[in-house]
């Protein structure tokens, strides 16, 4: 008995050949549209579905597999007597092979001319119709979707068994693209800020050797549409990203994307170990550098300006993991390159104002999602609480503290100058611990005669407040908020320092 393929595809990679290959497998050819010209075109004889459904095509094409004659031979039971007694009955031939792939919706969205109009037009019915009635028969009907499996395929024929196994994990294939394909749409059709169903898809970029640690296994996932700015990024030189590379790389991009004058952020297992702003980048490294001699090495750097040859000689006698940057001068770069293991990675600098508008972080159970923290709290924002009024460069300071400190994990706690960090305390289950990290780094650095404090939460206590101005901090930023306030106002006015609030938590866990 012959044995009938529908084919119908919108990406016509190995069509042809996988056609004559069915072909000399004794597979009656089943097609639609373009599909049918692409195989005619190629002299391979083919039926058109409107003869196999006694209907032509109408409404423009959006009904045209849509019919019993389809369905029932895709969908029915080859094992149930009764299944194959009405399609004998109604002379409907078993449909044995699917062979679909859907209307490029996800492509049309990414163009940025696209119109609500034509992106709606390119939203598939009876594609995904047919592969997900394939796909539910797949005891006694093979579902393709991806032209990768077409060399499967036809090896499993020619050997004569395709076993259920297989059939399966086609038949999975068929439902995660095609729920992938309707998550795009719903994602696409969408604006409410928090749906009651979150419908996410993402696209496998990399296999990666391990996670966190070397006997955990890992993988890297990418948004179905990319983003504009991302760690997805495009990598010139060095060895694959790692599970932790990826995710400090992510940490050093977000913080990064604050500062506007040039800028060399300094990441080590998702916290900054050092941040410098100057005239040139060469002068920000040093200042980035000198913030933490020690943490910096083996740490993920983030520039927003071309990496140049001066540049690159300083940071090529560290070892480095990753250094990120919208470019690298060609000098640069074969100075970077001579390390064959740094990672060298070029990312889009302007489109970061397109960064993700929301992170999702996942939790046993469940996933949380929230709005990203892009709140830039400015020197505006700053309400004075102590008598001691600040300074312009006090000012500046403690804005660039304020920049910092939400990118640290909390309790998180920042020594700064107007353009250096100076000591960063993280991650610490009381505040005043985090405190006296970071004070007691900071105070042998240059500069620490003119260092500020930023807290990301409010102070419980004026204990904070206290150490700071013993150990020579002459003004402190922080959110406010507690009901012990008035504790780190009178501790401050009692040290004679400046005290702002900025009514803003930066928390980060």
Known sequence: MTKRALLSVSDKTGLVDFAKQLQQLGYELVSTGGTKKVLEAAEIVVTGVETVTGFPEMLDGRVKTLHPNIHAGILAKRDNASHMQQLKEAQIVPIDLVVV????FKATIEKPTTTQAQAIEQIDIGGPSMLRAAAKNFAGVIPVVDPTDYTKVIAALQAGVVDQDFRKQLAAKVFRHTAAYDALIANYLTTEEFPQQLTLTYEKQQALRYGENSHQKAAFYQNAIPSAYS????QLHGKELSYNNIKDADAAMKMIREFEQPTVVAMKHMNPCGVGVAATLSVAWDKAYESDTMSIFGGIIAVNREVDAATASKMHELFLEIIIAPSFSDEAYAILAKKKNVRLLQADFSRKDQADQFETISVSGGLL?????????????FTVVSKKQPTKQQLAALAFGQHIVKHVKSNAIVVTTDTQTLGIGSGQPNRIDSTKIAVQKAMSKAGYEN???????FFPMDDCVAYAAKHGIKAIVQPGGSIRDQDSIDMADKWGIVLVTTGIRHFRH
Request: aromatic content about 4%.
């Open 101 to 104: 792939n859907l209307y490029p």
């Open 231 to 234: 760690v997805v990024t495009k």
């Open 369 to 381: 999602m929230q709005e990203v923290d892009k709140k830039v709290d400015t020197p505006a924002d």
């Open 451 to 457: 260092a500020i404090m930023a807290s990301d939460a």
